[in-house]
């Protein structure tokens, strides 16, 4: 990425990228933008280069954030009716820690109102088009941040991912689109979805961005207490044990396998590579299936050991997940009640009414769905016939996990099953669009580190992504390892 110099000025990288974000218009990419704010901040950046004056590493970059990061520049909507008002008086943590580098914001994306969806359909501000072909989505939840990196008006955008929502977006519009290990970066500041899978991270052109990015951001911070100390930018072997130390949902399931894993994993040279056997389905459309194919190949090539995996406990991670997330965002979303701030009804006239009428009219159809499921499944009769035996099965799964990564160094699987669909093709059906998840949520559940990579495009020049899964706490090794595999196939 270029950084603001005595040759290049903060002030023409975002004039450029602001004269972009206004030619692509049409795809619906921003919420809003901070023309004024950004100059702003550019100026200020030119001025002390002028003056010699120490600089971050990412001056005068400009980029954008999912409309779900808290920040006062301009408002965070969230993508939603009820949070429209919202003018927030703090800046989230990851975005200060970018900000104090030197990079500028230059305005917010669109979403999945609340990161609910695949598809950035369900935003109350309409949806945002895929970047290759303007009848397709760009995904979800983190679409217009994943076109914003595809279109070059940034050249990085923060996003969140509780189930995929950078991976899929990251695939769909063929650009790199980093998750890490659950609770690397601080969640401070960001409108929570589910607490124990939400993950912070980055869309960017290439892994070397999304590595500077992560050794920026990484970090124990004392406003989230999920936060690991900082194992990225330190020998993630040496600190193994300081990491399964904090707390975080299921450590003590996962941190033992994490640790011998790590020390297992080589830090150069050939790798073994773990292909799930279970992912190649009837369902996995021809082109990803070739383009893993073809990637499988070239890994070979370059002297690396292919492994296949049985992981039967996979095929439940969609229905556990589905009952684990809206769990939590049925909890999440109670906060948001016409009361204490965002959308209030103008019709009510009691209580009652202002929350029914706030909620009702605030919230998109897949808010609701989630809160209503969310709300059945802890209610009293059914937290143990659903909940609880989801959460055990979560348990299975990062045990799944812990055995293959005694097999193999890295896991190299199709991000979906599906490349772009067709706006609206899935809108009616809830359950279709939910299987669009079944690759991605098992990370999330399990906390692991995963990275979209761009590999293909398929007959009608859709883009195909794979993903690279690493044991927890190898977000470094799982980013180096995908560095060669760009070096190796340009």
């Known amino acids: 990425m270029k950084i603001a110099d005595k040759n290049t000025s903060a002030y023409s990288l975002v004039s450029d990228a602001l004269e972009k974000a206004e030619k692509y218009k049409d795809y619906n990419i921003f919420i809003s933008l901070d ?9 200020i950046i030119d001025e002390k280069i002028k003056n010699k004056e120490k600089v971050g590493r990412l001056a005068g970059v400009p980029f954008a954030i999912k409309d779900n990061f808290l920040s006062p520049a301009g408002n965070t909507t969230a993508a939603s009716k009820i949070l429209e008002p919202l003018k927030s008086p703090i ?49 979800g939840s983190s679409g217009g941040s994943a076109v914003a990196v595809a279109l070059d008006i940034v050249p990085f955008a923060t996003g969140t991912d509780t189930g995929g929502s950078i991976r899929q977006p990251a695939s769909f519009n063929g650009v790199y689109g980093f ?7 601080s969640r401070y500041g960001v409108v929570a979805m589910a607490s124990s899978t939400d993950c912070i991270g980055f869309f960017a052109k290439n892994p070397e961005d999304i590595d500077l990015l992560m050794s920026i951001t990484s970090g124990q911070d004392p406003k989230d207490m999920t ?8 020998d993630g072997r040496e600190n193994a044990a300081v990491a399964g130390a904090a707390s975080e949902p299921h450590d003590d399931a996962i941190s033992e396998s994490h640790n011998a894993t790590s020390e297992s994993l080589p830090t150069a040279g050939p790798h073994t590579i773990g292909i799930i056997n279970d992912f190649d389905t009837d ?12 990637q499988i190949d070239a890994l070979q090539k370059a002297g690396h050991k292919i492994v296949r995996l049985d992981m039967p406990t996979l095929k439940y991670a969609l229905a556990v997940y589905y009952i ?16 204490r701030y965002g959308y209030r009804s103008k019709d009510a006239r009691t209580l009652d009414e202002v929350y029914g009428k706030s909620r009702s009219e605030g919230f998109m159809p897949e808010n609701k769905r ?61 359950v279709a669009m939910y299987l669009e998840d079944v690759m991605s949520v098992p990370l999330n559940l399990a906390g692991l580190p995963g990275l979209a990579i761009p590999v293909a495009k398929n007959k009608d020049g859709l883009s195909i992504g794979l993903q690279l899964v690493g044991p927890r706490r190898s977000d470094k090794a799982l980013l180096e390892f995908a560095k060669s595999i760009k070096k190796e196939g340009e």
């Open 35 to 43: 023309k004024e704010g950004a100059l702003q901040k550019a100026k």
């Open 91 to 139: 800046t989230a943590t990851s975005v200060k820690k970018l900000e104090d580098e030197g990079a500028i914001v230059i305005g917010r994306t669109n979403l999945d109102s609340f990161a609910h969806g695949s598809s950035t359909e369900n935003s109350y501000f309409g949806p945002t088009l895929n970047a290759h072909d303007k009848t397709r989505v760009s995904g």
């Open 179 to 185: 998750k890490p290990t659950y609770g690397t970066i």
């Open 227 to 234: 936060t690991l100390p900082d194992y990225y930018n330190k």
């Open 283 to 294: 369902s996995l459309d021809s082109d990803i299936r070739a383009a893993l194919d073809s």
């Open 324 to 339: 684990v997330v809206p769990a939590e965002i049925a909890s999440n979303l109670s906060r948001h009640d016409g009361i």
């Open 370 to 430: 989630r809160i209503m499921i969310g709300n059945f499944v802890l209610s009293s009769g059914f937290y143990d016939a659903y909940y609880l035996k989801a959460e055990q099965a979560r348990t299975l799964i990062i045990k799944e996990y812990e055995k293959a990564f005694s097999k193999c160094d890295f896991i190299l699987t199709p991000v979906s099953p599906n490349p772009a669909f067709k706006l609206g093709e899935k809108t009616s059906d809830p």
